[in-house]
């Protein structure tokens, strides 16, 4: 059974610094990884999708990158700016059940 | 453009009620859909997909049911909620030509 795991769990920054988010994954025959972003009381917005033939996705300040082989994934945030505040899931998309598997999250918060 | 809906947006209820959580889609076709259940402390947690009208998986064996009466609604249902069906719960959709999911701005539930 696929196991997905976050850390850290929390993590409180001040403002400009650039950060880096860590998911893992047990089993490495995936499809494809999913970062996502959940503000307070809200559902999710997708933030990039690496395929399991991708090695790094990148949108404007985020950078995601994979290394199936190893079962890992970074998310990259750079310059984090107050409106980063948020809680961010990583989750996979296995050969199994047409589903997601999601981490329990990383809560952001960005100092101004 | 595509819009998913889910309602209520909040609800509590009683231990032993019934329950019955709608989500609709809009803008696409023949869509598969997914519930998704956030409890306290846990991650996301699949808990029904559907590839079709009337096509039901169930992903956790739970006092849960899941129907899809029609192309573009999906219902999530209980005879008799339990204290542990408290949580956020979360439709999503993908195209099936697509791997990316969407997800709609959930429901929470919380049983008395």
């Known amino acids: 059974k696929q196991e997905v795991t976050q850390i850290p769990a929390a993590l409180s920054v001040p403002e400009g610094e650039n950060l880096v988010l860590n998911c893992s994954f047990t089993?490495?025959?995936?499809?494809?990884l999913q970062w996502f972003r959940q503000d307070p009381g809200k559902g999710l917005t997708s933030l990039l999708l690496i395929q399991s033939s991708q090695r790094e996705q990148t949108s404007g300040r985020l950078n995601a990158s994979l290394d199936k082989s190893s079962g890992r994934s970074t998310l990259y945030i750079a310059a984090s700016q107050p409106g980063d505040s948020a809680t961010y899931l990583c989750a996979v998309k296995g050969g199994g059940a047409d589903g997601l598997t999601f981490g329990k999250g990383t809560h952001l918060i960005i100092q101004p | 453009s595509q819009t998913i809906h889910q309602w209520p947006a909040t609800l509590v209820q009683p231990v032993g009620s019934p329950l019955s959580l709608e989500c609709t889609v809009e803008g696409t076709s023949n869509p598969n859909l997914y519930w998704y259940r956030q409890a306290a402390g846990r991650g996301l947690q699949l808990l029904f997909y559907?590839?079709?009208?009337?096509?039901i998986s169930s992903e956790v064996p739970q006092n849960l049911s899941a129907s899809r009466p029609q192309d573009r609604q999906f219902i999530l249902s209980s005879k008799k909620l339990l204290l542990s069906d408290s949580g956020f719960y979360l439709c999503a959709w993908r195209q099936t030509t697509s791997v990316t999911q969407y997800f709609g701005p959930g429901t929470r539930l919380t049983v008395l």
């Open positions: 559907s590839v079709g009208i009337g096509q």
């Open positions: 089993d490495s025959a995936i499809y494809n």
